[in-house]
């Protein structure tokens, strides 16, 4: 079992909807979670990140946590077209380099 | 500006060649790290480095080695050891501390094709 579990999707939606996306994860240890953002070909972008339950927004981007549940997740309103890309989740704890654990990534597609 | 620069873009290897890819930042970061994507899997760690002349092992070491000589520059060499290296490797860079806002930056991206 995966440490990070994504589903790699495709997602298809219309311009305009909410997308919802989710990772599931079973380190304990996580205290951050990262969402990262990566267009085809170029390297990810850091998009959000949390520290520990809760959540937060970041104009049309919303992280959410839930450490009971082990589960994390990504709201995006208003989606656009340039929305269009591979969504990765990660988590890390306190030490050990501040290593991240990456989900696979889930293909988002944003159509007019 | 400030940013992360990996070359080259695109790389072609014979089986049994060894291959260096750069990667080189002047964000003054202490941390860096070396990752390969492959479809369906993730971003893998193959190596990090917290300070100068100092590296570990992460997750898939086996075939690869790297030297962190000074603080701007890590690069990874792909030896003949690796049974499959084609994929997209990806290196990042991180501040110390623990706070997410200084998590890691990444480079663009290097894709190498063994031939």
């Known amino acids: 079992q995966k440490e990070v579990e994504q589903d790699p999707g495709p997602l298809s939606v219309p311009e305009g909807a909410i997308v919802s996306l989710n990772c599931t994860y079973s380190?304990?240890?996580?205290?951050?979670f990262m969402w990262y953002r990566q267009y085809s070909r170029k390297g990810p972008e850091l998009l959000m990140y949390?520290?520990?339950?809760g959540n937060k927004e970041d104009g049309r981007f919303t992280a959410q946590v839930d450490k009971s549940s082990k589960y994390i997740s990504l709201f995006i309103r208003d989606s656009q077209p340039s929305d269009s890309a591979t969504y990765l989740c990660?988590?890390?704890?306190?030490?050990?380099?501040?290593?991240?654990?990456f989900g696979t990534g889930t293909q988002l597609k944003v159509e007019l | 500006d400030g940013g992360i620069t990996q070359s080259p873009k695109y790389l072609f290897r014979k089986e049994g060649q060894n291959v260096t890819l750069s990667c080189e930042q002047n964000?003054?970061?202490?941390?860096m790290y070396w990752y390969r994507q492959d479809p369906g899997q993730g971003l893998r760690l193959i190596y990090y480095?917290?300070?100068?002349?100092?590296?570990q092992k992460g997750d898939i070491a086996e075939g690869y080695s790297v030297s962190r000589e000074k603080k701007e520059s890590f690069p990874l060499t792909v030896t003949s050891a690796q049974k499959n290296p084609t994929a997209f490797y990806l290196c990042?860079?991180?501040?110390?501390?623990?706070?997410?806002?200084?998590?890691?930056?990444f480079g663009p991206g290097t894709r190498l094709t063994v031939l």
């Open positions: 949390t520290y520990s339950s």
């Open positions: 380190n304990s240890a996580f205290q951050y």
């Open positions: 480095s917290q300070i100068v002349n100092d590296f």
């Open positions: 964000l003054n970061h202490d941390a």
């Open positions: 990042a860079s991180k501040l110390p501390g623990l706070a997410g806002h200084n998590e890691q930056f």
């Open positions: 990660a988590g890390r704890g306190t030490g050990g380099g501040n290593k991240l654990t």
